[in-house]
């Protein structure tokens, strides 16, 4: 974890060249940035922290390891803990729904599939059933009969959330504490 952010993520690895490359193709026709490349590249980039220098971000964040105190030594032991810890939010038409469901990654995710057919980006939602459906159908033939069980599994706790929510809507109540059997 720290060689990865040391080697991509530290502040002072900035490519000031291609960044100034990259503000001249993407700002000449903005007076906004005209005459101030130079000064906004001198000031911290960090929108959030921008009162220090990148070289204090640098220095600060120079020891920092986010998973140091979970004693992790390899990467399946940080899968294992998203796999156990975790619930994932499928959207019902997203093709990235079968990485929770891929039996390629050697775990098992905790799925939850959502119900946002109904946005505002929806023309017709007849086009965004038929792809779910399609999706469903191809992971399902292609997935082994544990995997076809697990996403039972996961369509059966959803359409529970799902009526829960709607029941409580209707009923003008609170989320209840424990929502499922």
């Known amino acids: 974890n720290r060689t990865f952010l040391h080697e991509w993520l530290k502040p002072t690895n900035l490519d ?3 960044l100034r ?4 193709q993407y700002t000449a026709d903005n007076p906004h940035f005209a005459g101030k490349v130079e000064d906004i590249l001198a000031q911290n980039l960090d929108g959030i922290e921008c009162d220090i220098s990148q070289q204090e971000l640098a220095d600060r964040d ?3 390891d986010d998973f140091v105190h979970l004693g992790i030594q390899q990467r399946a032991e940080l899968c294992q803990l998203f796999a156990r810890n975790f619930y994932f939010g499928c959207e019902a038409d997203d093709p990235m729904t079968a990485v929770a469901f891929s039996e390629r990654l050697g775990l098992q995710l905790k799925p939850m599939l959502g119900s946002d057919i109904s946005h505002f980006d929806v023309v017709d939602a007849r086009t965004v059933l038929a792809e779910a459906w399609e999706l469903v159908d191809r992971l399902a033939a292609e997935a082994s009969a544990p995997t076809r069980q697990r996403m039972q599994e ?17 009923r003008r109540e609170g989320w209840p504490d424990h929502p499922l059997p």
């Open 154 to 170: 996961a369509f059966l706790i959803s359409s529970r959330f799902e009526l829960l929510f709607w029941e409580a809507a209707w």
């Open 62 to 64: 120079l020891e920092s």
């Open 21 to 24: 490359r990259l503000f001249a």
């Open 16 to 18: 000031f060249a291609v």
